[in-house]
């Protein structure tokens, strides 16, 4: 498809609303409101993406490597058939495709910065006159590519401070944390390319992921190497159609088998609440106990139903004992460990849980406190982070927007803002020319700056006139986030 078509049909003849003799639209990129409560800064993630797939791949592919007939006839039929009788016209089209480069400037903050709400991330004009009604043009297809790995990355931030702050009062295996946030969330997002993006958000803060596509995605676009580095990995795992075929009377020996035939080495995690989590910890785990702690690595357990926090660190109000100890609490009766020099119990290293349903932040928190309050290190546990974390939100998460807020008609310059008296202020815009200071190493914004100013700054160009500029690599921008 041709990719002036990725937009809201109200975008096609924007072009003849503005002013006549407009040559200049200046737009920006904000998250302009958070809605969880922790956070009050965005990680800025998914640009060099955008850029790539976007104004570069597809505009070569489907627009500038086309003939220039072929454009022109497809674009005039879709927007005839969409509009009925209109006079957007083709021109403007033909003249773009004539050109054969995009006449853009974005500037941009550096991907993995932690920006505050109400601080542009990135700006956008264009270089050539005719070509104004590019700009906002591209609000859509910006929007739409960039706000879920922006925020995905953000959330995924905020576990690794909950996680981090953990480890460091009752661990002494603080490189774990890498891998203690694990993403499950591939299946439940709402798209592949969705699903991708969220990801490798995601893998900014951990290194734990089941979407394998994300791999990919992060050495195509970002310049990862996954022979060089560890862009993402996982273990062995069961799901629940495995463990039923063994039968709920024999699912010991499925455990066993398991863990002494198929698995005999490494990390493998199993599912264990198809019929009794309780049966499995109290009964087949210390059955298998010598088997376990033969092995030359670690069994993870994986309870996947219940109140986490329950089922991980014990429920006082409990019918059995079992349920008031939790999963850590039994699997330490059954396989000890040691008592760290921060005074908190890390299990024997065969033996470790996961639970990966209906986790949160405010319930890895909880997880993590109440097993501190119990005297066990967070690391004893792994988190399974889902689409209940990452799908659950949208653009207005953190407010995300594209407005224009500088202008140029026949050569003057306008300053232009929105403000709506009917709003919050949350709507409410910058005005004019923009500058990114930085102030005790957090970004600020200066507006109704002049051209000078406004080239100064930490907005560096990342894109003009159809050329990449900047080129991150994975590692750079984690180095940023952590």
């Known amino acids: 498809m041709n990719p002036l078509l990725y937009t809201d049909g109200y975008k096609v003849d924007h072009r003849r609303q503005y002013p006549e003799g ?19 800064e965005v990680v800025f993630f998914g640009l060099q993406y955008f850029i790539k797939k976007y104004i570069i791949e597809e505009f070569n592919t489907n627009f500038f490597n086309k003939p ?18 209109n006079a957007v016209g083709i021109k403007h089209i033909e003249d773009l495709h004539d050109l054969g480069y995009l006449p853009m400037v974005i500037k941009a903050l550096p991907e993995g910065s932690s920006v505050p709400i109400r601080v542009p991330m990135m700006t956008m004009y264009n270089t050539l006159p005719e070509f104004f009604w590019l700009t906002n043009y591209f609000e859509t297809i910006l929007s739409t590519t960039i706000w879920m790995p922006c925020t995905s990355a953000t959330i995924a931030k905020q576990y690794r401070k909950i996680l981090d702050k953990y480890a460091e009062e ?22 592949m390319e969705a699903a991708v993006m969220s990801a490798s958000g995601h893998l900014l803060s951990f290194s734990g992921t089941d979407t394998i596509p994300a791999i990919d995605f992060l050495e195509e676009y970002y310049n990862a190497n996954s022979d060089k580095e560890l862009v993402g990995g996982s273990v062995a795992a069961t799901e629940h159609s495995v463990m039923c075929m063994g039968t709920n009377t024999g699912e010991q020996e499925t455990f066993k088998r398991l863990i002494t ?8 995690s199993i599912v264990s609440d198809t019929w009794d989590l309780w049966k499995v910890l109290t009964e087949y785990l210390p059955n298998l106990k010598e088997d376990v702690l033969a092995r030359d690595g670690k069994v ?14 014990g429920n006082p109000n409990g019918k059995t004992e079992e349920e008031k100890k939790g999963v850590i609490e039994l699997l330490w009766e059954i396989f000890g460990g040691q008592t760290n020099s921060k005074g908190y119990k890390e299990l024997d290293s065969h033996i470790g849980a996961i639970y990966g349903d209906s986790i949160t932040t405010e319930r890895a928190t909880d997880i993590c406190e109440r097993l501190k309050q119990k005297g066990f290190a967070s690391t004893n546990v792994v988190l399974g982070i889902g ?15 594209m407005k224009a807020t500088y202008g140029e008609v026949n050569g003057e310059g306008r300053e232009i803002f929105k403000d709506p008296i009917t709003d919050d ?36 160009e990342v894109f003009k006139d159809g050329k990449l500029l900047i080129d991150d690599s994975l590692q750079d921008i984690r180095n940023r986030v952590r």
């Open 22 to 40: 407009t040559t200049l639209v200046y737009s920006n990129w904000t998250p302009r409101k958070s809605r969880i409560d922790a956070i009050d």
């Open 68 to 85: 220039k007939k072929e454009i022109a006839e497809k674009y005039s039929r879709r927007i005839n058939n969409y509009l009925g009788p």
């Open 170 to 191: 009752t661990s002494t295996a603080l490189e774990f944390v890498d891998w203690q946030g694990h993403d499950f969330s591939m299946r439940g997002i709402a798209g």
């Open 261 to 268: 035939e198929v698995y005999p080495n490494g990390i493998v």
């Open 300 to 313: 993870v357990i994986r309870p996947d139903s219940g109140d986490p926090a329950d089922i991980i660190c």
């Open 387 to 401: 689409s209940f974390t990452y799908q659950y939100n949208t653009r207005d998460t953190f407010g995300f927007a």
């Open 425 to 460: 202020g949350t709507k409410k815009s910058a005005k004019g020319l923009l500058k990114i200071e930085k102030e005790n190493g957090t970004y600020k914004l200066v507006d109704q700056v002049n051209w000078e100013q406004e080239k100064t700054g930490e907005l560096k």
